[in-house]
């Protein structure tokens, strides 16, 4: 029987954290799986047996009898192919990832009939960014009566605690070219290029921003058709931040592009023990409302970014698992209302989120 939560990652740094809630929720049928069976047990036995441990390699053949008493899977570990999301949603299990990587969500997109035929659902971009930058990207739009521009900003604090999946990806993104949309066409940029000031607002205030290969940016063109889609990203040092443009545009990003040197970077970035662990997103849309141009910006605060990745995957893992979603393959914007960011941040202390409408000059509050 088909009653088991597989967390993929389960031990890693946010995998606990999900592991943790949904064993909560459903103590015994969550299961903390990687290739290491000596952390998963180790982790496992600090749940007090809410949740098994299991060794899973996901680039080797799934064992059918595995998936067939799982319900639904989390993915919390970055792959380069499909092959292991394919035999879930062939063997009738729900699927949900938290990758930020495009390039592989691309690959997943592509299996949406098959998960549509086997009845099933496959859940993308759920987590911080992507996940609730697409859901507030989403209300944004959904303020105005026609969008023609949504800029999303991301300030992570560099005192918040990281797992090595995500500093990994941050690193090799620093020196990365991607495209972005601009009117609809495809445009070339470099990360940590083209500089903007954004207001956060409130003890944040303004601070400059530079563009970032996020996931959400490559999206939301396609599942919103918003024409024009940017990405940016900060830190709440506005020195590390201006630092890293700098070498970037003396060309000393290309280093990381050496994996000697990437791995010092990755290495050095973990063992940061100073700074905050604030983060803040704003996404700021751009359109016409009642005839007239509009804008509407929308916040979103608070502590340990990996926190709410986590709490918005066991979100999304209740709603898989109770058989909400609509079958086939879609990113969390497609299927989440955005008001459903109000209950992922329910249970968390020190969170805020906000949206103004400035064409009519009024507070909407959420």
């Known amino acids: 029987m088909k009653e088991h939560i597989l967390v993929v990652g389960g031990y890693g740094h946010v995998g606990k954290m999900i592991c943790s809630q949904l064993g909560e929720l459903y103590p015994g049928r969550v299961i903390a799986a990687g290739r290491s069976l000596d952390r998963a047990k180790q982790y496992c036995r600090t749940t007090g047996g809410k949740v098994k441990p299991l060794q899973l390699n996901v680039y080797e053949p799934c064992d059918p009898q595995l998936l067939e008493q799982i319900r639904v899977v989390v993915m919390c570990l970055d792959q380069n192919e499909n092959h292991f999301v394919k035999s879930c949603l062939l063997s009738g299990t729900h699927y949900i990832d938290i990758s930020a990587s495009y390039a592989f969500l691309q690959q997943v997109e592509k299996l949406h009939d098959a998960a549509k035929e086997n009845g099933v659902s496959g859940l993308l971009s759920v987590g911080l960014a992507p996940g609730l930058t697409n859901l507030m990207a989403l209300q944004a739009i959904e303020l105005m009566d026609d969008a023609q521009q949504i800029d999303i900003t991301i300030?992570?604090?560099?005192?918040?605690?990281?797992?090595?999946?995500?500093?990994?990806?941050?690193?090799?993104?620093?020196?990365?070219?991607?495209?972005?949309?601009?009117?609809?066409?495809?445009?070339?940029?470099?990360?940590?290029?083209?500089?903007?000031?954004?207001?956060?607002?409130?003890?944040?205030?303004?601070?400059?921003?530079?563009?970032?290969?996020?996931?959400?940016?490559?999206?939301?063109?396609k599942t919103l058709g918003i024409p024009t889609v940017s990405t940016r990203l900060c830190f709440d040092s506005e020195v590390l931040t201006r630092?890293?443009?700098?070498?970037?545009?003396?060309?000393?990003?290309?280093?990381?592009?050496?994996?000697?040197?990437?791995?010092?970077?990755?290495?050095?970035?973990?063992?940061?023990?100073?700074?905050?662990?604030?983060?803040?997103?704003k996404v700021d849309g751009y359109g016409i409302k009642d005839g007239k141009p509009a804008?509407?910006?929308?916040?979103?605060?608070?502590?340990h970014e990996a926190c709410m990745t986590a709490q918005t995957a066991v979100f999304a893992a209740q709603k898989a698992y109770e058989e909400a979603f609509a079958h086939g393959v879609y990113h969390i914007e497609q299927l989440i209302r955005p008001n459903a960011i109000q209950s992922i941040i329910n249970n968390l202390a020190d969170y805020e989120v906000r949206r103004d409408s400035h064409s009519q000059m009024i507070h909407l509050p959420l």
């Open 155 to 221: 300030m992570l604090g560099i005192g918040d605690e990281h797992g090595q999946a995500a500093i990994e990806w941050t690193v090799q993104s620093l020196s990365s070219s991607f495209s972005v949309t601009q009117g609809g066409i495809p445009h070339a940029v470099t990360s940590f290029s083209d500089g903007k000031r954004v207001d956060f607002g409130g003890a944040i205030g303004t601070k400059t921003a530079y563009r970032f290969n996020f996931s959400d940016q490559h999206i939301l063109p």
């Open 295 to 303: 804008v509407v910006e929308c916040f979103l605060r608070g502590k």
């Open 243 to 281: 630092g890293i443009a700098a070498a970037r545009s003396v060309g000393l990003l290309k280093l990381f592009t050496n994996k000697w040197m990437e791995q010092i970077m990755v290495h050095s970035m973990g063992r940061v023990s100073f700074g905050k662990a604030d983060f803040a997103v």
